[in-house]
């Protein structure tokens, strides 16, 4: 049995060949030391402490909750990120790279291409590789929303035309056969191998108001809880000229808002509309109606409430277009926009990066020593939480797990926002005995995702221990955003041992020089089987002697010869006299 490495006559201490494998093998896994609150909290108060000497007044004035809340904007030429601070701590992270469609929330005029009656549901061709799915039931207009409080229903006027009854999903095939041209919106991008999920309910989403083109009812947010707002809201919205047949919904960012703003935030989504319908009429299917604004006009129309207290952005056009953006909504809230101009990047400075950087880890540390472990799996997030180090200066052990699981809902919570992870949720909370303490950490765990702009429901923690959540998922998640599936193991996250690898090539070897010994053709036979170095140095220090005896056995000559090339799962069996490949 000879050895024939690749790399022989070369030295191992040869600069060149260490580099070499230095790039074979992947880079060594960041673990930055995390920042501790009090750390990130300090810094928050120093930064807070710098603002302009009005804003602090304002500041006061406000009923706001203590809390120094910054959003952060850096835009680079393939991607832009967009990040929350709270009094430091990295709360909410996003990005939209260069080549995103931002498909969710779109417009299109899309053709029918076939109707399935077993998942009641049509395929529709907007333009984009995969068909948008389309329910029946999104299909007909939508019903009354929960988390919005009717108002005013704003009919059109009989027009003397017979009314006939509303239609059901038993006269849809009829009323939408395959061919027909259909005008709906992306509630739900692609995700996986699945098509973006679609409604023919249609809105426009506005800084303060949404509407409704297709559906007649005027409401108000039930995350606006003050009694007071919202009779004045009601007695506003009852007062709007909203054009027959279309709602609007009063949004939280509304609260404490003068009757002016509803009234131009309402103009500008008419004219948004009007300019839908024109293309609606002029546009042949499939064809994008609206699309979604940047992620730079997405934040200063969803986040930029009275509670941000700073906005730095590092790039001077996003800088100048955002100061314009916010000059339509609220010129006080002007003042807040900065423009970083250091040398040092943005994210760096405010240790954002080192935050990132932590969120993505499979492990993350609370506070007093404890952790949770995230996996994410094609059904399910499941979530474990671990005493691990955590050490109770009462020695009260039902008060140890009790504190550790409240750090950990606190945490989960963030790191759901962080991920943006959706669909279906397990938490594995550390088994309490008391039921007052699993009632606690439930209600503190409503309590921090009522905050939460995706849609929730969460179950009350079960006799073993475990929550279940499920979270509106409109997109996939940052880490699916980020990463992509390992090519090497594609996916599994393991590969074969050495030994594995080893027994299955004796095997194989076996086979086939039984193969060529039943041939009686008087040949000797060599096999040269090319391998990856790994392998090798099994076959070479432990299996060397068995190899010896399939050559004594079977009457075949074996070279091996390294190649880092090859997947290490992978091996190559040729005849060395005429390079055929047995397989």
């Not at 601070?85 to 990295?90: I, K, M, N, S």
């Not at 194989?508 to 041939?519: D, G, I, M, W």
Request: net charge positive; charged share 30%; aromatic share 6%.
């Amino acid at each position: 049995m000879n050895d024939q490495p690749s790399n022989s006559g070369v030295p191992p201490q040869d600069a060149a060949s260490r580099y070499e494998e230095e790039l074979a093998t992947p880079p060594p896994q960041k673990n930055s030391e995390p920042l501790t609150a009090e750390q990130l909290r300090n810094e928050s108060k120093e930064r807070a402490a710098n603002r302009p000497i009005l804003q602090k007044i304002l500041s006061i004035f406000r009923k706001e909750k203590g809390s120094f809340r910054e959003l952060v904007i850096n835009s680079e030429p393939l991607e832009k990120r967009v990040a929350l601070l709270v009094d430091g701590t990295l709360d909410r992270f996003e990005i939209e790279r260069e080549s995103d469609n931002r498909m969710v929330g779109g417009i299109y005029k899309g053709r029918i291409k076939n109707l399935d009656p077993g998942l009641k549901a049509a395929f529709v061709d907007i333009g984009y590789n995969k068909n948008a799915f389309l329910h029946y039931w999104d299909m007909l207009p939508a019903a009354a929303d929960s988390s919005v409080e009717v108002v005013r229903v704003n009919k059109k006027k009989d027009t003397g035309q017979a009314r006939g009854a509303a239609p059901t999903v038993k006269d849809i095939p009829s009323l939408y056969p395959p061919g027909t041209d259909i005008v709906i919106q992306v509630t739900k991008g692609p995700i996986g191998t699945k098509g973006p999920r679609t409604t023919t309910n249609l809105s426009l989403p506005g800084r303060y108001l949404i509407l409704t083109p297709f559906s007649d009812g005027c409401g108000i947010s039930r995350k606006i809880e003050d009694p007071q707002e919202r009779k004045r809201l009601k007695q506003l919205i009852n007062e709007l000229t909203i054009p027959e047949g279309m709602g609007v919904i009063c949004r939280t960012a509304g609260e404490g808002k003068k009757a002016r703003y509803f009234v131009r935030d309402l103009h500008l989504l008419l004219t948004k509309w009007q300019e839908i319908t024109r293309k609606m009429e002029t546009d042949r299917a499939p064809a994008c109606l609206y699309q979604e604004p940047d992620i730079v006009e997405r934040t200063v129309r969803d986040f930029l409430t009275e509670e941000i207290d700073r906005v730095l952005i590092d790039n001077e056009s996003d800088f100048k277009r955002t100061q314009e953006l916010v000059s339509q909504i609220s010129s006080r809230s002007r003042s807040k926009i900065a423009y970083y101009k250091e040398a040092i990047p943005v994210f760096e400075r405010y240790n954002i990066e080192r935050q990132i950087e932590q969120t993505f880890q499979r492990r993350v540390a609370l506070p007093s020593g404890g952790e949770i472990v995230i996996d994410e799996t094609e059904a399910l997030i499941s979530i474990d939480v671990n005493t691990g180090s955590h050490k109770s200066r009462s020695g009260d052990e039902k008060n140890t797990i009790f504190q550790v699981n409240m750090e950990a809902a606190v945490e989960i919570s963030r790191q759901i926002r962080l991920r943006n992870i959706g669909g279906l949720v397990i938490m594995d909370f550390i088994d309490m005995k008391e039921r007052r303490h699993r009632n606690s950490v439930y209600d503190k765990m409503v309590e921090l995702m009522s905050e939460d702009k995706a849609k929730t429901h969460i179950l009350p923690i079960s006799s073993l221990g475990i929550m279940q959540m499920t979270r509106q998922r409109q997109q996939e998640s940052l880490s699916a955003n980020i990463y992509t599936g390992c090519p090497y193991c594609r996916g599994r996250g393991i590969v074969k041992s050495a030994t594995t690898m080893s027994v299955e090539l004796q095997r194989k070897l076996s086979s086939v020089a039984r193969r060529l010994q039943a041939r009686k053709d008087g040949k000797e036979y060599a096999l040269r089987i090319h391998v990856h170095p790994s392998i090798l140095e099994r076959l070479r220090s432990e299996d060397s002697e068995l190899l010896v005896r399939v050559e004594k056995t079977y009457g075949v000559k074996l070279a091996f010869r390294a190649d880092p090339n090859y997947h290490v799962e992978n091996f190559k069996i040729i005849n060395a006299m005429t390079n055929e490949e047995y397989r």
